[in-house]
């Protein structure tokens, strides 16, 4: 492969995923600085004489019938089931959560703000399709940080601090990894 070619790609690659990696670094930064968006509650409706499934293949049917039997909108793609509760997916949008009780089940609405929306988002908790386009983003971002260590490291000028640069990273991963 030509040397201008892996400059193309890797242009183009970082050019095309820009939007996601500022928006991704940004999210999960506000997220360590304490910063986790708020899941809102919504009115919670109580079903009698019925508890959620342990059968995992029927949990979405049980769930959907569930939701229309409470008159609520049962969109969504498919249902995470705890120990004794489940969420309807995606989370990075409004969602139902719904936990067994002694006598029946509640069903409680949730309403994540921006940030939590971003976050179940980073989380790979959205739409499957967004999770394709992850799943694209991390292999496009390691062609991009591999193609710029190459660029770098076959340049004479940027050989050296490629290397230096490189290596200092590698030791404060491995060193805080171990802390």
């Known amino acids: 492969m030509s040397r201008k070619l892996l400059v193309t790609i890797h242009l183009y690659l970082a050019a095309f995923f820009a939007p996601i990696i500022v928006i ?6 506000l997220y360590l600085f304490g910063v986790k968006g708020e899941m809102t509650r919504g009115d919670s409706i109580v079903v009698a004489n019925v508890q959620l499934t342990k059968d995992s293949a029927a949990l979405d049917d049980q769930v959907r019938g569930l939701l229309s ?24 949008r409004d969602y139902y959560q719904i936990k067994n009780l ?33 799943k694209a983003f991390a292999a496009a971002l390691i062609l991009i940080m591999l193609s710029g260590l ?11 601090k490629t290397m230096v640069l490189s290596g200092a990273g590698l030791l404060v991963f491995v060193v805080l990894a171990l802390l």
């Open 24 to 29: 991704m670094a940004a999210s999960g930064g």
């Open 69 to 92: 039997q409470a008159g609520l909108n049962a969109d969504f793609e498919y249902v995470k089931a705890g120990s004794s509760s489940a969420q309807t997916r995606p989370t990075s």
């Open 102 to 134: 002694a006598d029946g089940v509640e069903i409680t609405a949730m309403s994540p703000d921006l940030q939590a929306s971003l976050m179940e988002l980073h989380k790979g908790h959205g739409p499957s399709l967004y999770k394709w386009l992850e």
């Open 150 to 160: 190459y660029l770098g490291l076959q340049s004479p000028m940027l050989k050296q």
